[in-house]
């Protein structure tokens, strides 16, 4: 039968590695993920997954040993945060380059600097065009139940890309949640064994990972992973099916939150989300048509489902807990590419929120709410890009 605990994000997403019990686990410690693969060396230790723990020098180290081990035949997994993703930049891209199916929850934290050790979505937002499949998660039960279900989708024969599950650091990796964990069998059967793909070790027929290519061929190279990647909404979508099955647990490509009938709208990733619902219950209750739009699966982003999710709004508030200076958020901006072929298009705003861990409060998403009323009712946005809960 399932287990119902009271556990943290990394706890849970340690237990979710050690059901999965990859083949090989390469780790390298950074606040706030080390709890995670600390709690994750335990279960090496002590017998509990047959898993190959190598500890190295660096996350740059850490992401190499993850390519060099997926190359070889083997289901391997990792996790980092903030500067270890970072430092991983190089070897997110051959990893993704390389179709190498590799698993990562990333405990989403602030990039320096100033140095910061607290959530915000900088580290993966940084990281969107690396060619790894993203997936965000509410709470401590959507990341288990992520990154159980991500092995699964990274795996896909049709797929084979990596993909990280993200978590907000410390409201998520370090708070104690309720969380259903699922049958250790159960979970073996639906994560399957692992597939292996023109291994290395194979020496019955030799091959090579990463060779030179030049302009003669580099350009239709990457068109070809641009074209796995637009298989995967599909292969995420059969996956959660699967998963709703043994659950009961329902997932798709995002989550909408009374937005059948919105006339505004809120768009909003990770924990803030689960606070933001609470105020749009609140404006429902006073007649006010407001809604939520809450991303799951970032990369590939789901334009059409999301416009078609969004279509009623007249005016929507996208909120970035990072910014890209110089420009509007990064999901700001994937939210008006995704209405632009809409028959009638919103009015848009973008709010920067929660930077470095400053909380988001539920008179945050009042305030949102009630700029979007008055936008509804003159149909004016005073500023399309604002940071929200700054000390003046």
Same mark, same amino acid.
């Given at each position: 039968m399932a287990r119902?605990?009271?556990v943290?994000?990394?706890?849970a997403?340690a ?9 090989v686990?390469?780790a390298y410690?950074?606040t706030?993920?080390?709890d995670l693969?600390?709690?994750?060396a335990?279960?090496v230790?002590?017998?509990n ?6 500890l190295?020098e660096?996350? #740059?180290?850490? !992401? ?5 081990a +997926?190359a ?8 980092t945060?903030?500067?270890?993703l ?5 070897m997110? $891209?051959? +990893?993704?380059?390389d ?5 990562m929850p990333?405990?989403?934290r602030a990039?320096?600097?100033?140095l ?5 979505h900088?580290?993966?937002m940084?990281?969107r065009?690396?060619g790894?499949i ?5 709470n401590?039960?959507e990341?288990?139940?992520?990154? *159980?279900q991500?092995?699964?989708i990274?795996?896909?024969m ?7 599950v993200c978590l907000?650091?410390f409201?998520i990796?370090?708070? *104690?949640?309720r969380?259903?964990?699922?049958e250790?069998e159960?979970v073996?059967?639906f994560a399957?064994?692992?597939k292996q793909? $023109?291994p290395?070790l ?6 090579s990972?990463?060779?030179?290519i ?6 239709? $190279?990457?068109? +070809?992973q641009?074209e796995?990647m ?7 979508? =059969?996956?959660?099916a699967d998963f709703?099955k ?5 997932y798709g490509l995002?989550?909408? $939150?009374?937005? =059948? ?8 990733l990770?924990?803030?989300a ?5 105020v ?7 007649g006010?048509?407001a809604g ?6 970032f990369?590939?982003f789901?334009y059409?489902?999301?416009a078609?999710a969004?279509k009623?709004a007249?005016?929507?508030c ?8 110089g420009a ?9 590419n995704?209405?632009? #072929?809409?028959?009638k298009r919103?009015? !848009? !705003?973008n709010k920067i929120?929660?930077l470095?861990?400053r909380?988001? !409060?539920?008179? #945050?998403a009042e305030?949102v709410l ?5 936008i509804l009712k ?5 500023t399309?890009?604002?940071?929200i809960g700054?000390?003046e």
């Amino acid at each position: 039968m399932a287990r119902i605990v009271a556990v943290t994000g990394n706890e849970a997403g340690a237990e979710a590695l050690r059901q999965v019990n990859p083949d090989v686990c390469a780790a390298y410690p950074i606040t706030p993920a080390t709890d995670l693969m600390q709690r994750f060396a335990g279960f090496v230790s002590n017998g509990n997954v047959d898993t190959e723990l190598v500890l190295v020098e660096s996350e #740059h180290s850490a !992401m190499s040993a993850c390519i060099g081990a +997926a190359a070889a035949g083997g289901r391997v997994a990792t996790a980092t945060s903030s500067q270890g993703l970072a430092l991983m930049w190089e070897m997110l $891209y051959i +990893a993704a380059g390389d179709r190498l199916p590799i698993v990562m929850p990333v405990v989403n934290r602030a990039l320096s600097a100033p140095l910061n050790i607290h959530g915000d979505h900088s580290d993966s937002m940084g990281a969107r065009d690396s060619g790894w499949i993203q997936i965000y998660s509410e709470n401590a039960q959507e990341a288990y139940d992520n990154i *159980i279900q991500a092995f699964r989708i990274a795996e896909h024969m049709d797929i084979r890309l990596p993909a990280m599950v993200c978590l907000d650091g410390f409201i998520i990796s370090h708070s *104690i949640e309720r969380v259903e964990y699922l049958e250790d069998e159960k979970v073996k059967i639906f994560a399957g064994p692992f597939k292996q793909l $023109y291994p290395l070790l194979d020496l019955e027929h030799p091959k090579s990972y990463g060779p030179l290519i030049l302009p003669d061929l580099y350009h239709e $190279y990457k068109r +070809a992973q641009h074209e796995v990647m637009t298989k995967v909404k599909n292969v995420v979508l =059969d996956v959660a099916a699967d998963f709703e099955k043994m659950s009961g647990r329902k997932y798709g490509l995002f989550e909408s $939150y009374r937005l =059948d009938d919105a006339d505004i709208a809120i768009v909003i990733l990770n924990s803030a989300a689960g606070t933001a619902k609470d105020v749009i219950d609140q404006f429902r209750d006073k007649g006010i048509k407001a809604g939520l739009l809450k991303p799951r699966l970032f990369r590939p982003f789901p334009y059409e489902e999301v416009a078609s999710a969004l279509k009623t709004a007249k005016a929507i508030c996208v909120m970035d807990r990072v910014d890209s200076f110089g420009a509007y958020g990064p999901l700001f901006t994937e939210i008006c590419n995704a209405t632009l #072929h809409l028959d009638k298009r919103p009015l !848009m !705003m973008n709010k920067i929120y929660g930077l470095g861990g400053r909380d988001f !409060m539920p008179e #945050h998403a009042e305030q949102v709410l009630n700029e979007l009323n008055e936008i509804l009712k003159t149909g004016k946005i005073k500023t399309i890009k604002e940071y929200i809960g700054v000390r003046e």
